[in-house]
C-alpha cells in the first residue's frame, strides 16, 4: 500500500496564477484533509471531507476550494494564487470511528511569487 | 486562535538526555491528544496519544503525561537518541464528530551523540 501520496512535490507559482493539488489514498478512508504549515504556525486545517461527494470549510478555508469526487481521491485548488499561499500542504486520511489515527502525506511546497 | 499553546519553540538535549515538551489546551471538550512526529521532508506521523481518562501513557521511551484540571499534557522522551531529532507537534481534537485536530505550534528537538 502506498498510503497517502500528494501531487506535485514541488510547484513554484506567479501571483494570480491557478493550480490543483492532488490527494490520493489507498486505504479506503471515509474522511480526508488539508492543512497548510507555516513556520510557528504549526498545521493548520484548511478544508475536510467526511466522505465522497461532501466538503467543509476548516480553520483557514479563504483562497482555497475543494472537491471529494471519489473516494480515494481529494483535490485542493488555488483559483488565484497569492504570495500568502506560500507554503508547505499536507494532505490526510483517517478511518470513521473513535481516536483512529490521521495519515499524512509527504507535502507539496508551494511557492507563490 | 490558538487554541493548542506549545512551548518550548526548539529544545537542545544530548544523547541519553530526557527532553520534556509542554502543551496547554483550552476547550475542556477535546477528548484525544496526540503526540506527531516530523522529520525534515517528511508529513508528521503519530507517535503517541492519549484520552483524558488516564493521567500517564508509555510506548517504549515516549511518554505522555495529562493533567485534565490544569488543561495541560507533555511529552517526556526517555534516554534520547540523535535519531529522536525531528520535530514534534501536540494537536487535541473532539471525537465526536470529524477529529478535527487543533495542532500545537511545534518543537523542534535536536539530540546530540
Known amino acids: 500500500n502506498a498510503g497517502v501520496t500528494q501531487t506535485p512535490k514541488f510547484r513554484v507559482l506567479k501571483t494570480g496564477q491557478s493550480m490543483t493539488l492532488l490527494c490520493a489514498q489507498d486505504m479506503n478512508h471515509e474522511y480526508m484533509y488539508w492543512y497548510r504549515q507555516d513556520p510557528g504556525m504549526g498545521l493548520r486545517l484548511i478544508h475536510y471531507s467526511v466522505g465522497e461527494g461532501t466538503t467543509a470549510k476548516g480553520e483557514v478555508p479563504d483562497g482555497y476550494n475543494v472537491s471529494r469526487l471519489k473516494k480515494q481521491n481529494f483535490l485542493l485548488g488555488l483559483e488565484s494564487a497569492a504570495p500568502s499561499q506560500t507554503s508547505v500542504y499536507f494532505c490526510a486520511s483517517r478511518a470513521p470511528g473513535l481516536f483512529n489515527e490521521q495519515f499524512f502525506g509527504p507535502g507539496t511546497r508551494l511557492t507563490v511569487l | 486562535q490558538q487554541q493548542v499553546k506549545q512551548s518550548p519553540q526548539s529544545l537542545i538535549v544530548q544523547k541519553g538526555g530526557i527532553p520534556i515538551i509542554n502543551c496547554a489546551y483550552e476547550?475542556?471538550?477535546?477528548?484525544?491528544f496526540p503526540w506527531y512526529q516530523q522529520f525534515p521532508g517528511k508529513g508528521p506521523a503519530l507517535l503517541i496519544a492519549i484520552r483524558p481518562d488516564v493521567s500517564e501513557k508509555k510506548e517504549g521511551r515516549f511518554t505522555i503525561s495529562f493533567n485534565k484540571s490544569a488543561k495541560q499534557f507533555s511529552l517526556h522522551i526517555m534516554d534520547s537518541q540523535p535519531g529522536d531529532s525531528a520535530t514534534y507537534f501536540c494537536?487535541?481534537?473532539?471525537?465526536?464528530?470529524?477529529?478535527?485536530?487543533?495542532f500545537g505550534t511545534g518543537t523542534r528537538l535536536q539530540v546530540f551523540p
Open positions: 476547550n475542556t471538550a477535546f477528548d484525544y
Open positions: 494537536a487535541a481534537s473532539k471525537t465526536d464528530g470529524p477529529d478535527k485536530l487543533i
